[in-house]
Every structure is written in structure tokens, then in C-alpha cells.
């Protein structure tokens, strides 16, 4: 009789199949069971089952499915589950994410008012570059890139800064999956060309997009990094190129440099040199 307190608290001994198995249902009590074992420090199978109005057998099976994933975990001893390192992984990616936008803010408005080109920042996903918040410039003429936009990063600033803050093996692996697709006259398309441009952007402190990615536009970047010095996003300010000319570009630069500092710092981050 123990024995079967014990199982019904931790795992039933039957295991029916659901019934009611299509797939967005299943992904939804997959869900709803999450949140709650998010909310108890432990629970147990049958308080789940309970809380979420469905048979035990079916709260097991998906439970032992995110379990797998690493979102929940289950304690062989008490017979209790509880939430998972994979779900305080995703969390905490959301925080940063938006801890990221939020910081940048204030910075990337004063970074456009005072050099009158719209602010932009970017986060690298999957060999991209993604947009994911920008302030635009009030001037008529002006880049404008929708959050959510996304970009090969050996033709875009903010990709360029990234690359820049990366070992060699992994910008090689970056372009392995994305090639380097030329897109205007001045895109770099040589391997040896970007690896040169890197290396000036590590040196400076911020990259340079000169028309690489569409004729008449220039954009500069620089890193924003982490606690631990890593580089987990780039601000960047773009517009016409008539309007960014050379001597205005080496003016430009550390004030970009600057600001991605200022974000480092808002975050709780270190540049790479400090984390060294």
C-alpha cells in the first residue's frame, strides 16, 4: 500500500496514452504544468495533476517529456518535481534580453540626438545579425531597419563589431554557414579582407560599414559585452553616406564606442580587456 502512495505521488503505475493527443493541446498542458511547477519550490504528481485538472498519467508523460528537455526535474527520494536548469536558462536569457533594450534606451536616444543619425541595437543569432530596438533620427533621410530584422553580419556594423569580438574559429564557422554574399561593389566577398577589417575594428574599438551592404548608406558599431566580457550585442549609428563622410566617420566612432561602453556598464558588464 506504501508502495503505491509512493508511485501515485511521483509516478502512476499505469501510463495510458492521452486521449485528447493533438499536438498544440498537448504543447498547451505541457505549458500550464511548467508554470506551476515554476511556482512551488517541490511538488508532487498528483498536486499537479490536481492544479491543472488532468489525469495523472497524462501530467507524468509530459512531464517526463520536459524533463528530457531539462525544464523539470524530479527528486527520486521525496517523489516531488520541480523546475529545471534548462527553464532558468530561457529565463534568464528573456531578463537579459530585455534588461539589453531597456538599458539601451536612454543611451541610444542621446547617442541620435547627438549625432543626429538614427541608433540602432543588435544581437548575433544563428551566423545573423537581429534587430532588435532602434531611435530613429528626425531627419527626413535616414536608415531604418524594423525590430526583428535580420542581416549577414560581414556586411552590417553591428555584425562586423561581433565578428570582431570573436575567436578566429568561430567567424570561420560563421562564414562556412553563410558564405560572404556580395552585395554591393564594396561588400567584402575575401575571406582575408574581412579578417583584415576585424582586426581594425579590435584595434579602434568599433567597426565600419562603408556601403557594404546598400550603396549610399554607412553605418559604425561598437561591442556591448557581459559580465564576463563577452560581447552579447552592438549599438551602431547609421545613415546617408552624404552625411557620414570620412572625416565625420573618425569623429563619429568613439562617440559609438563610448555609448556601447556606457550600455557595458548599465548592465553590469566588463569590456574584454577588463574581463582579461
Known amino acids: 500500500m506504501a508502495d503505491q502512495i509512493t508511485r501515485t505521488r511521483g509516478r502512476p503505475r ?7 493527443g493533438a499536438t498544440v493541446q498537448a504543447l498547451d498542458r505541457g505549458l500550464q504544468l511548467l508554470v506551476v511547477v515554476a ?22 508523460r509530459l512531464l517526463v517529456t520536459l524533463q528530457k528537455r531539462g525544464f523539470v526535474d524530479f527528486d527520486e527520494t521525496t517523489q516531488e518535481w520541480m523546475i529545471g536548469i534548462e527553464a532558468f536558462r530561457i529565463g ?43 531611435i530613429e533620427t528626425p531627419n527626413p533621410i535616414r536608415a531604418f531597419f524594423s525590430v526583428g530584422t535580420r542581416g549577414p ?34 561588400t567584402l566577398t575575401s575571406p582575408d579582407d574581412l579578417f583584415a577589417d576585424l582586426e581594425a575594428t579590435r584595434r579602434r574599438g ?14 559604425i558599431a561598437a561591442p556591448i559585452h557581459n559580465f564576463h566580457g563577452e560581447a552579447v550585442a552592438g549599438i551602431s549609428i547609421s545613415g546617408p553616406a552624404a552625411r557620414l563622410p570620412d572625416d565625420v ?6 562617440k ?8 557595458t556598464k548599465l548592465l553590469g558588464g566588463r569590456t574584454s580587456q577588463q574581463a582579461g
Not at 547617442?111 to 532602434?134: P, R
Not at 566617420?249 to 568613439?254: H, K
Open 153 to 186: 553580419m560581414h556586411c552590417s556594423g553591428i555584425g562586423k563589431a561581433l565578428l570582431a569580438e570573436m575567436p578566429q574559429n568561430k567567424v570561420e564557422q560563421v562564414l562556412q554557414k553563410k558564405g560572404l554574399e556580395e552585395f554591393t561593389s564594396k
Open 39 to 60: 511556482k512551488e519550490s517541490k511538488t508532487t504528481l498528483t498536486e499537479l495533476a490536481l492544479r491543472v485538472g488532468m489525469p495523472a498519467s497524462t501530467a507524468h
Open 14 to 20: 499505469s501510463l495510458s496514452p492521452d486521449a485528447n
Open 92 to 134: 534568464s536569457a528573456f531578463v537579459q534580453r530585455t534588461s539589453l533594450v531597456e538599458a539601451g534606451r536612454d543611451v541610444m536616444r542621446r547617442l541620435m540626438e547627438d549625432t543626429g543619425e538614427t541608433a540602432n541595437l543588435g544581437i548575433a543569432d544563428e551566423g545573423d545579425v537581429v534587430f532588435i530596438s532602434q
Open 256 to 263: 559609438v564606442k563610448r555609448a556601447a561602453i556606457e550600455v
Open 206 to 219: 568599433w567597426s565600419y560599414d562603408d556601403e557594404e551592404r546598400h550603396y549610399g548608406m554607412r553605418c
Open 249 to 254: 566617420i573618425s569623429e563619429l566612432g568613439p
